[in-house]
């Protein structure tokens, strides 16, 4: 499913992990709406876009990645357990 202007955009972090993955793998089911997901592992990128079609680097820790991966999102699933030192 590619980004669409007329579908609510999602996105999703964490889908490397365990409860990210899953939200993301039942929010691919959905045609109504377009999903991101986002990794800070540069090297899952392109195995994240095979599965989800757009993926993108996000990093919580350095607000200097936010801009590309909030472009255009509607609606955002945040689960993880990173800490901001
Ligand atoms: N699994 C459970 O049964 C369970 C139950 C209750 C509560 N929780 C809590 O729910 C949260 C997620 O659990 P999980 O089991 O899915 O954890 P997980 O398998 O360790 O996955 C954590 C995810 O968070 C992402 N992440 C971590 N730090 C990040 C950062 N700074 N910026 C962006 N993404 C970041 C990681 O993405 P990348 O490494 O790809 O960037 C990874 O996909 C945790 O806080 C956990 O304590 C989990």
């Not at 499913?1 to 579908?7: T, V």
């Not at 955009?9 to 993301?24: D, F, R, W, Y």
């Not at 959905?30 to 800070?40: M, N, Y």
């Not at 095979?50 to 801009?67: E, G, I, Q």
């Given at each position: 499913?590619?980004?669409?202007?007329?579908?609510p955009?999602?996105?999703?972090?964490?889908?490397?992990?365990?409860?990210?993955?899953?939200?993301?793998d039942?929010?691919?089911k959905?045609?109504?709406?377009?999903?991101?997901?986002?990794?800070?592992k540069?090297?899952?990128?392109?195995?994240?876009?095979?599965?989800?079609?757009?993926?993108?680097?996000?990093?919580?820790?350095?607000?200097?990645?936010?801009?590309?991966?909030?472009?255009?999102?509607?609606?955002?699933?945040?689960?993880?357990?990173?800490v901001?030192?």
């Open positions: 499913m590619s980004i669409s202007h007329n579908k955009v999602i996105l999703t972090l964490g889908a490397t992990g365990q409860l990210g993955k899953m939200v993301a039942q929010l691919l959905e045609d109504s709406i377009s999903l991101r997901v986002t990794s800070r540069k090297e899952q990128l392109p195995t994240l876009k095979d599965l989800y079609n757009d993926a993108v680097f996000m990093d919580l820790d350095d607000p200097r990645t936010f801009d590309t991966p909030l472009k255009g999102v509607d609606r955002l699933f945040l689960l993880t357990g990173g901001v030192a």
